[in-house]
């Protein structure tokens, strides 16, 4: 069993560097080859501790990363698998989770993953029955159980976040998922890719606010004009190169040659910014060739590494005005998190929406409220007789299908999204916050539209005043319950909340919490 990445980056002395592939369309020819290649060079240059594998990535169909990085494994070269949400559902993802097992590929990056892109035919159905955290909880309990078949070594999760976020609800949804991932077991995070020190800085800064010592890579890319063109233009969810960055990148490629040395640079000072900000690592992307530009980057930062202050000042590539947790350009490390300080206006529909909605869900769905025990007589009636159940379906989903767009899925979580539905308003269901892929607080998917996370928070603090990102975590849909009545549900201890529900119990670990 290789343990080299885990072993290497929990250790506190270590400076971690792993490396992304990105496998082609092909089973065979230049595509693998040229990735057998890079992990080849990188297991004899000995720097690199794991290569990291995607995932189909842009959701476009890929060799798996599971068969090309067993390949790569055998060679004695560790690896970090990818493994998103969107292409299978519970079933298939804790099939594919065994089979890593017996592989012995126990490196697993749980990732939300980008939405479904084309395929035979036309674009796939995005599935997303689980999203990253209940995922993490899906790998743990798997790895309990591998331990009680007399495999003493489980899984080994890590997760990604985005500091790259310039709204304060973004911050705050991202970070408190952060919070959740943790929570559920992931052993190592991976960032997003940026170019801003101060959000770098960030992160790591309000982890140690709230006392999380997980270790953390920063990505760093070897920009090209091309690369930088599709990041600016959103079309790597989650990536931000803005727009100054992008003219900077296309002046200095202006020669090809300059600009390729003025790229490698940049990336070995990002990196030397990174381990100067307290990064426990890094991970190098945008290497798609061969290994030699990568061990260019590794060399110049060996060299340059402890110069990484004069360089921050050149890391500042965020939108003008854009929030920030701290203030960077301070130096005093006392300072709290500034969630809250100043609330935006929210439409006044959307207040009395939330109003009503959560006036309703404190008397009528709430365990301790004085109608608890009433609702719940007045359900297991109504529940005996189909009449019933169907008066019931009647009155839930017709109101509901007016109030918040329901898609009868039987197994609320308004609660959980500022009473908006998370399965009506977010393409990929998360019920835990949102993937990394919105831009300013627009959705990934639907440009058009606000982040349903986004929106959350913003009414949350307009009415409440104050925001508070539930503890633990919320466990995936119960589909057994589609096209039921979420509300018998509930009363009848049927859905999520129900005692019975081991994962419910799981999510019960709280790591952090971040209030405001
Ligand atoms: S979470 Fe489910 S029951 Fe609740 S509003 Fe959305 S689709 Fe309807």
Same mark, same amino acid.
């Given at each position: 069993?290789?343990?080299?990445?885990?072993?290497?980056?929990?250790?506190?002395?270590?400076?971690?560097?792993?490396? %992304?592939l990105v496998?082609?369309?092909?089973?065979?020819? *230049?595509?693998?080859?040229?990735?057998?290649?890079?992990?080849?060079?990188?297991?004899?240059?000995?720097?690199?501790?794991?290569?990291?594998?995607?995932?189909n990535?842009?959701?476009?169909p890929?060799?798996?990363?599971?068969?090309i990085?067993?390949? =790569?494994?055998?060679?004695g070269m560790d690896?970090?698998?990818?493994?998103?949400?969107?292409?299978? !559902?519970?079933? $298939?993802?804790?099939?594919?989770?065994?089979?890593l097992?017996?592989?012995?590929?126990?490196?697993?990056?749980?990732?939300?993953?980008d939405?479904?892109?084309k +395929?035979?035919?036309g674009q796939?159905?995005p599935?997303?029955?689980?999203?990253?955290?209940?995922?993490?909880i899906?790998l743990?309990?798997?790895?309990?159980?591998?331990?009680?078949?007399?495999?003493p070594?489980?899984?080994?999760?890590?997760?990604a976040?985005?500091?790259?976020?310039?709204?304060?609800?973004?911050?705050?949804?991202?970070?408190?998922?952060?919070?959740?991932?943790?929570?559920?077991?992931? +052993?190592?995070i =991976?960032?997003?890719?940026?170019?801003?020190?101060?959000?770098f800085?960030? &992160?790591?800064?309000?982890?140690?606010?709230l006392g999380?010592?997980?270790p953390? &890579?920063?990505s760093?890319?070897?920009?090209?004009?091309?690369?930088?063109?599709?990041? !600016?233009?959103?079309?790597?969810?989650?990536a931000?190169v803005?727009s100054g960055?992008?003219?900077?990148v296309? #002046?200095?490629?202006?020669? #090809? #040659?300059?600009?390729r040395?003025?790229s490698?640079?940049?990336?070995a000072? &990002?990196?030397?910014?990174?381990? $100067?900000l307290?990064y426990?690592g890094i991970?190098?992307?945008g290497?798609h060739?061969?290994f030699?530009?990568?061990?260019?980057?590794l060399?110049?930062?060996?060299?340059?590494?402890?110069q990484w202050?004069?360089?921050?000042p050149?890391f500042?590539? $965020?939108?003008?005005?854009?929030?920030?947790?701290?203030?960077?350009?301070?130096?005093?490390?006392?300072?709290a998190?500034?969630?809250?300080?100043?609330?935006? #206006?929210?439409?006044?529909?959307?207040r009395?929406?939330?109003?009503?909605?959560?006036?309703?869900?404190?008397?009528?769905?709430?365990?301790?409220?004085?109608l608890?025990?009433?609702?719940?007589?007045?359900a297991?009636?109504?529940?005996?007789?189909?009449?019933? *159940?169907?008066?019931?379906?009647?009155a %839930?989903?017709?109101?509901?299908?007016?109030?918040?767009?329901c898609?009868?899925?039987?197994?609320?979580? =308004? %609660?959980?999204?500022?009473?908006?539905?998370?399965?009506? +308003?977010?393409?990929?269901?998360?019920?835990n916050?949102p993937?990394g892929?919105?831009?300013?607080?627009?959705?990934?998917?639907f440009?058009?539209?606000?982040?349903?996370?986004?929106?959350?928070?913003?009414?949350?603090?307009?009415m409440?005043?104050?925001?508070?990102?539930r503890?633990?975590?919320?466990?995936?849909?119960l589909?057994?319950?589609?096209?039921s009545?979420?509300?018998? !549900?509930?009363?009848?201890?049927?859905?999520?909340?129900?005692?019975?529900?081991?994962?419910?119990?799981?999510c019960?670990?709280?790591?952090?919490?971040?209030?405001?």
């Amino acid at each position: 069993m290789l343990r080299i990445f885990k072993d290497d980056v929990l250790d506190p002395e270590k400076f971690t560097m792993t490396l %992304e592939l990105v496998p082609g369309g092909d089973s065979t020819g *230049r595509s693998v080859d040229t990735v057998m290649g890079i992990a080849a060079d990188a297991f004899a240059d000995g720097r690199i501790s794991a290569v990291s594998i995607t995932d189909n990535p842009g959701g476009n169909p890929s060799l798996s990363p599971d068969v090309i990085g067993h390949r =790569i494994f055998t060679t004695g070269m560790d690896v970090i698998v990818h493994f998103t949400c969107r292409d299978t !559902n519970r079933v $298939g993802m804790e099939s594919r989770a065994l089979q890593l097992a017996m592989m012995g590929m126990k490196n697993i990056l749980a990732l939300t993953g980008d939405f479904a892109g084309k +395929g035979f035919g036309g674009q796939g159905a995005p599935v997303f029955d689980l999203d990253s955290v209940q995922l993490q909880i899906l790998l743990g309990l798997l790895s309990e159980r591998m331990e009680e078949a007399g495999d003493p070594d489980g899984f080994f999760t890590g997760c990604a976040v985005s500091p790259f976020k310039w709204t304060e609800a973004e911050s705050f949804a991202q970070y408190g998922k952060l919070c959740r991932k943790i929570g559920a077991g992931a +052993g190592f995070i =991976i960032t997003q890719l940026g170019y801003d020190a101060a959000k770098f800085g960030e &992160l790591i800064r309000l982890m140690g606010f709230l006392g999380l010592d997980v270790p953390v &890579l920063g990505s760093v890319y070897m920009l090209t004009p091309a690369a930088a063109r599709i990041m !600016n233009a959103g079309r790597v969810p989650g990536a931000m190169v803005t727009s100054g960055l992008l003219a900077e990148v296309e #002046k200095r490629w202006a020669d #090809k #040659k300059a600009g390729r040395r003025w790229s490698i640079e940049q990336t070995a000072r &990002l990196a030397a910014v990174l381990k $100067g900000l307290g990064y426990r690592g890094i991970h190098i992307g945008g290497i798609h060739k061969d290994f030699e530009t990568a061990g260019r980057i590794l060399d110049r930062f060996e060299q340059i590494q402890d110069q990484w202050k004069d360089y921050l000042p050149r890391f500042r590539h $965020g939108p003008p005005g854009g929030f920030q947790v701290f203030d960077f350009d301070r130096t005093d490390e006392d300072q709290a998190p500034r969630f809250g300080r100043n609330p935006e #206006k929210v439409p006044l529909l959307e207040r009395l929406h939330y109003l009503f909605l959560k006036t309703v869900h404190r008397f009528f769905f709430d365990r301790n409220s004085a109608l608890a025990a009433v609702s719940r007589q007045f359900a297991a009636v109504m529940d005996a007789s189909r009449t019933g *159940r169907r008066l019931v379906h009647l009155a %839930e989903y017709g109101s509901k299908h007016i109030l918040l767009g329901c898609r009868q899925c039987g197994d609320c979580a =308004i %609660e959980y999204a500022g009473f908006l539905c998370p399965e009506a +308003g977010c393409p990929k269901h998360t019920r835990n916050g949102p993937c990394g892929g919105s831009r300013a607080g627009c959705c990934e998917v639907f440009p058009d539209r606000y982040c349903v996370w986004y929106r959350a928070y913003r009414r949350i603090i307009a009415m409440d005043g104050k925001a508070v990102h539930r503890a633990g975590c919320v466990p995936p849909r119960l589909w057994e319950l589609d096209r039921s009545s979420s509300w018998l !549900n509930f009363h009848l201890d049927r859905d999520h909340h129900g005692s019975s529900n081991q994962l419910a119990r799981r999510c019960d670990v709280n790591v952090c919490s971040l209030k405001i």
